[in-house]
């Protein structure tokens, strides 16, 4: 089955930093979404992306769609500590509407 | 708009028992819903689709026998944990979708144990 590479696994960095994630496909994918999920919580939607090359941004937050159509980076800028959470890309492929999650990304801001 | 609720919020069960849980749409009507399992610090892995007024599509490895979903109406699925054991203990979490060409929105979850 896709599965989706998610890194790094964890990050700790300080208040103010600027962060990166990415995620990566073994195969292609026409959505790539971003969550959030605190904890004992479900994932919240940041970002989400339907186009190869797309840039999107919500607030101190940039996402971008691969060319390839297989892989998707998420930005967060000017960390703050409400940003401490699990990050997770997830994508979808052909005309399916099920996604294919990443293994996460958990942050921790540092004051 | 576009909230999802659960219930419950958790649960504690005793080993072979049955345990429901609801997934409501509240303020949208949704054709699918859909149901995960996450696993501590573990990622969420689609259990089932579950589409209004028939079957759900149960993912590889899923027993739909164990894991009974109905979604009667619109804004309602429910899943049934059934016969529950300690290694289904798990976070439960479902997703709606307002329309074919919209994104899931995730309920809180529900936090199962089985002792």
């Known amino acids: 089955g896709q599965q989706l590479n998610q890194s790094p696994q964890s990050m700790f960095i300080q208040e103010g930093e600027d962060v990166s994630m990415n995620c990566t496909s073994s195969s292609i994918f026409n959505t790539w979404l971003w969550y959030k999920q605190d904890p004992g919580e479900g994932p919240v939607l940041l970002i989400a992306?339907?186009?190869?090359?797309e840039l999107t941004s919500n607030g101190r937050l940039t996402a971008q769609f691969g060319i390839t159509r297989k892989d998707s980076f998420l930005n967060i800028s000017a960390s703050i500590p409400s940003d401490v959470g699990i990050y997770f890309c997830?994508?979808?492929?052909?005309?399916?509407?099920?996604?294919?999650f990443g293994s996460g990304t958990q942050l921790t801001v540092l004051p | 708009g576009a909230v999802v609720s659960q219930h419950p919020s958790w649960v504690i069960c005793k080993s072979g028992t049955s345990v429901k849980i609801e997934c409501r749409s509240l303020?949208?009507?949704?054709?699918?819903m859909f149901w995960y399992r996450q696993f501590p610090k573990q990622s969420l892995m689609l259990m089932a689709t579950s589409n209004e007024g028939s079957k759900a599509t149960y993912e590889q490895g899923v027993e739909k026998d164990k894991f009974l979903i109905n979604h009667a109406s619109l804004t309602l699925s429910t899943l049934t944990v059934t016969s529950a054991h300690p290694e289904d203990s798990s976070f439960y979490i479902c997703s709606a979708s307002p329309g074919q060409d919209n994104e899931q929105f995730f309920g809180p979850g529900t936090r199962l144990t089985v002792l």
């Open positions: 992306l339907y186009k190869a090359g």
């Open positions: 997830a994508g979808r492929s052909g005309s399916a509407r099920q996604l294919t």
């Open positions: 303020d949208f009507q949704a054709t699918t």
